[in-house]
């Protein structure tokens, strides 16, 4: 049996060659021939090669935001040459965008995170013939809240002092961390635990000017709890995924919380009526322990 062969392409001035060196590593290990442009192909040298290696399939690699001209400037090289090749995007592409790029001719998108063997196996698919709506049809986008581990749970209080008092006296533990966080007008203060996961107080700071989210949450529920903070990585990539997929957002981009880290809250109908904080830590596993904010 003849093995499939596969052009790499790595269009324009975009430097980020990571994942397509990534993929094609992943095809040349699943048996397959690929030949690899290296950065900054042009894209009439893309077609020419595709078609003077007689490849099954072309697969590009753009994370530079303009697949859009790419893709349709490559079809227009290959139509000129009459050639039929299948084409398979992958890297930073909007979902807003892939229905355009379907529509340009492209047979599948691979956004970043795309497991490999979906990658090989559409790959496969395609060069075997295999209608490119078979191939599109299944998702490559992640789904959900990659949670490392639960960062810490907030209980909003009125009194700090008496409520870090109350809380050193019921754990038998000193409070780790105080905080005043100006750019939202609150104080915390943080009690750790040895799985690195905990618990914030979170109050208005009216020398700082009063917190009004905070305020009327104590005047409509007295001292409770108030939110939940899961750990995440690359937090703005998930932010931007979560926005995509239709994810009630409060902070569309992160903001700095305390002990330095990113923080952003989904609004509470995304959790069934709890909010919800994100978190990435600048030193995933340094000693710096959890964060917070307030929206
Ligand atoms: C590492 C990185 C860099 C490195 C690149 C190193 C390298 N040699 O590749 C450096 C530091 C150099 C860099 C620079 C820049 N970067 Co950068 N970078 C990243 C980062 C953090 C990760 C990219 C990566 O390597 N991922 C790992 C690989 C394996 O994943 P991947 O490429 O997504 O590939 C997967 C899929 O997409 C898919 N896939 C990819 N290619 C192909 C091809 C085929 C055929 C198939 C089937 C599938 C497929 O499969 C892979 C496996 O799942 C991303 C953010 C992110 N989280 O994606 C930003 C990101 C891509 N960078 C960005 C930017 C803006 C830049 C700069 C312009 C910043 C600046 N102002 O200088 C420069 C531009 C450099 C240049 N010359 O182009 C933006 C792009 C924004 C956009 N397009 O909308 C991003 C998204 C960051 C952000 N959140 O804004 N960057």
Known sequence: MQRIRVLV??????????G?????????????????????AAIPAIAAAAVQEDVDVIGLSILSGAHES????????????????PVVVGGIIPAADRPRLEALGVAAVF???????????????????????????????PRGIPATRLDHTAICVK???ASIALIEALLGQKC?????????????????FP??????LVSPEESLGGNPGLTRFLEKRGDALHHLALRVRDIDGLLRRLDEQGVPLIDKVSRLGARGHKVAFLHPKAFGGTLLELVEAHDEDGPTGPSGSHP
């Open 159 to 161: 009194d700090m002092r």
């Open 176 to 192: 780790a961390h105080e905080e005043m966080v100006a750019a939202q007008r609150v104080s915390a203060a943080f009690f750790d």
């Open 111 to 141: 956004g970043p995170e795309s497991p490999l063997g979906e990658v090989v196996e559409a790959v496969r698919k395609l060069a075997s013939g295999e209608a490119a709506s078979t191939v599109m049809s299944r998702p490559s986008v």
């Open 195 to 200: 799985n690195g996961a905990s618990l914030e």
């Open 20 to 40: 397509a060196r990534v993929i094609a590593a992943a095809l040349r290990d699943a048996g397959m021939e690929v030949v690899y442009t290296g950065l900054r």
């Open 70 to 85: 790419i893709c349709k400037r490559l079809q227009d090289e290959l139509r000129r040459r009459e050639a039929k090749i």
């Open 9 to 18: 392409g790595k269009p324009g001035l975009d430097g980020h060659d990571r």
